[in-house]
């Protein structure tokens, strides 16, 4: 059994794959709206395979995430002092992250493989993705998945504005 001493902070692989996980979400949603509304006249191929590429690391780290999570416990207490509605609030809106994940990227797999396509770059063809329930679902997903993750950054901010302490434990030691 697991000792019950747990660290204060999360530690640095959880820390280097929230932020790498953060900083692809921030560029796949701009760039999945942008690739599906250009002009008729643009070819959006290329960023559709960008788009592909980066939920496809998406996917590997969020893997590594959850496997990572049973290996090493997140701190504790998680995190500091809150009433009993908040910290099920605060469960809710971190499953939701996970679980948001691995359904907006199993969706955009299932568009691909639904379409008859290898749902890796350069295989992944726009004109021939056809109009099936994992394409309307990736997209209201996505979606979903961004009022998910604002949850969280408003959850964060108030925390870390009224009580502090809760952003340090994912930042690197020396940046505290
Ligand atoms: C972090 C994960 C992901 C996010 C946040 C994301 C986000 C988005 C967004 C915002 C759109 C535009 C939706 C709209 O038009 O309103 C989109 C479209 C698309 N995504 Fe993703 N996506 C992710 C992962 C993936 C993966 C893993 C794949 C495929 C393997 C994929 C394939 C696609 C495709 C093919 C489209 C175009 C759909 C169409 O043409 O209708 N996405 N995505």
Redesign the pocket.
């Known amino acids: 059994m697991k000792a019950e001493i747990r660290p204060e902070s999360y530690s640095k692989i959880t820390q280097v794959i929230h932020w790498a996980t953060a900083a ?2 921030i560029a ?2 701009p ?3 942008i ?3 250009l002009p008729d006249d643009a070819d959006p191929t290329a960023l ?1 395979r960008v ?2 590429a ?3 690391i ?2 590997l780290l969020t893997l590594a995430r959850i496997i990572w999570r049973f290996l090493d416990p997140n701190p504790t207490p998680e995190p500091l002092t809150m009433p009993a509605w908040r910290r099920l609030v605060f469960r809710a809106v971190n499953a939701g992250l996970y679980g948001g ?1 691995v359904l ?2 199993a969706t ?2 299932a ?2 493989v639904g379409s008859g396509m290898v ?1 890796v770059p350069p295989e ?1 063809v ?1 004109d021939q ?1 056809d109009d099936i329930p994992p ?1 309307t679902a ?2 209201v997903l ?2 979903v ?2 009022i998910i993750v604002v949850s969280h950054l408003a959850g964060v901010i108030s925390y870390q504005l009224t009580k502090g302490g809760t952003l340090g434990r994912m930042l690197p030691r020396k940046a505290r």
Do not use: D
């Open positions: 692809l979400i796949m949603v760039l999945g709206l690739m599906t509304r559709y788009h592909v980066l939920g496809l998406v996917l994940l907006v990227v955009g797999l568009m691909l749902p992944v726009p993705i394409r990736h997209r996505a979606w998945f961004v």
